[in-house]
């Protein structure tokens, strides 16, 4: 049991574990934030525009239901809900591309090494001196 306590503190402790964490915590402070623009900022003016229409009360009713005499509310399929909740994840989307794209330009990329030029071809000379050479371990 204590081996187990001591890799968790070190899995803990490691600044991956502690960086995904905070990532977490803004990206939840983030999508709210991202919430409310859409929710109070953007969807008022669209809705203004196609006549005053509230996209949260968007919503198709399904047939009212009747179980043993007791007429039961009916169902919804809320779409307006889905609208505003998909523009939330295109804003989120969008701004997650422009961070990760920003992040790999700011990346220095090393440029690549030149290729050493291939050794010269010994010369006539060059080789015969390595024959005598050769020769001469014999």
Do not use: H, W
């Not at 899995?11 to 502690?18: L, Q, Y």
């Not at 295109?90 to 030029?117: D, M, Q, R, T």
Request: aromatic share 8%; net charge negative; charged share 20%.
């Amino acid at each position: 049991m204590g081996s187990f306590i001591q890799e968790f503190k070190e899995f803990a402790v490691k600044g991956n574990a502690v960086d995904m964490a905070v990532g977490v915590i803004i990206g939840g402070a983030f999508g709210k934030i991202v919430s409310s623009i859409v929710d109070d900022i953007i969807m008022p003016p669209i809705g203004y525009l196609i006549g005053g229409v509230n996209f949260t009360d968007l919503k198709f009713e399904l047939p009212k239901v009747v179980l043993e005499g007791v007429e039961l509310a009916p169902a919804t399929i809320n779409y307006g809900n889905f609208i505003q909740t998909l523009i939330d994840f295109l804003i989120i989307a969008l701004c997650v591309f422009l961070l990760v794209k920003g992040i790999n330009s700011l990346k220095k990329e090393k440029p690549a090494e030149p290729e050493a030029p291939a050794a010269p071809e010994p010369t006539a000379e060059e080789k015969l001196l390595m024959e005598i050479r050769d020769l001469l371990k014999k």
